[in-house]
């Protein structure tokens, strides 16, 4: 069975201070890894897709990266617009949806 | 774009009532996906659709879910009768064909049932 873990569940970032938000999966034959952020009252919003190791993406301040067993998004100098939970999923080989990680909640703190 | 347009975004309801979800997709866009999410289980798949027809109904909790999908550009999620523990947000995402799934979300119903 598909499973991804994100860690932290939450995170406090000072304004400024770079970090970095974790995804790993045990999958059947990554296909894809997707990223998303969710404010909240709203629904998840699509930030990137990553297909294979070594990947990267990159959308002003954030920027994430693959490797075979995990993902990072990396958040260079925060601002408290950034904060929001930001959720991964993956795609495995066979034709299903994507399995959704629990998020993690960062929040930026001017 | 008008993106994925969900309604009602609010819903308050009493323990055995019907609550009926509604949701238009992008257009163009031939999966739709509805999905509940709770702060103790995260963000649950319910069911999909491809070119309106159910592909995975597996996720539905029990009988009292169903959806249904009569055109490319509707969907409707049913729970009949409603308990408090369906209160939760559902989410309705459509995607693109090509097997990339790369999903955009509605904005939600948040249902309260008391």
């Known amino acids: 069975e598909d499973q991804v873990t994100q860690s932290p569940e939450a995170l406090r970032l000072q304004e400024g201070e770079s970090s970095s938000l974790n995804c790993s999966y045990t999958?059947?034959?990554?296909?894809?890894l997707f990223w998303y952020r969710q404010d909240p009252g709203k629904g998840p919003e699509f930030l990137f897709t990553?297909?294979?190791a070594g990947e990267e993406k990159e959308k002003e301040r954030l920027k994430a990266t693959l490797t075979k067993k995990e993902s990072f998004l990396h958040i260079t100098a925060p601002k408290p617009e950034d904060s929001a939970t930001y959720l991964c999923?993956?795609?495995?080989?066979?034709?299903?949806?994507?399995?959704f990680g629990k998020g993690t909640r960062l929040s930026v703190i001017a | 774009d008008a993106g994925v347009i969900q309604s009602p975004r609010h819903e308050v309801t009493e323990m055995g009532q019907e609550v009926t979800l509604r949701c238009k997709p992008i257009?163009?866009?031939?999966?739709l996906f509805w999905y509940r999410q709770t702060m103790m289980r995260g963000l649950e798949l319910l069911i999909y659709?491809?070119?309106?027809?159910?592909?995975?109904d597996s996720g539905m909790p029990e009988d009292r879910f169903s959806a249904k999908m009569p055109n490319a550009s509707f969907s409707t999620l049913k729970i009949q009768p409603s308990e408090p523990r369906d209160s939760a947000v559902y989410f309705c995402?459509?995607?693109?064909?090509?097997?990339?799934?790369?999903?955009?979300f509605g904005p939600g119903t948040r249902l309260t049932v008391t």
């Open positions: 659709f491809n070119n309106n027809v159910p592909i995975d």
């Open positions: 999958v059947s034959g990554l296909r894809g």
């Open positions: 995402a459509s995607s693109a064909s090509g097997g990339k799934y790369e999903q955009y």
């Open positions: 257009s163009g866009h031939d999966y």
């Open positions: 990553l297909y294979s």
């Open positions: 999923a993956v795609l495995n080989s066979g034709n299903t949806p994507p399995v």
